[in-house]
């Protein structure tokens, strides 16, 4: 049962990292030019 939970907390963990690297990647546009991705003006 504590193996389940232990599961159920990594996985919310994970959700949550990811959540946090879509905010960071929010703001940025991909830039052909530049060949990589830049902040919005």
């Known amino acids: 049962m504590a193996a ?3 599961a159920i907390q990594k996985d919310k963990e994970r959700s949550t990292r990811r959540a946090h690297i879509a905010e960071r990647l929010k703001p940025l546009v991909y830039d052909p030019k530049a ?3 830049v902040e919005q003006k």
């Open 4 to 6: 389940k939970a232990d």
């Open 35 to 37: 060949g990589k991705y």
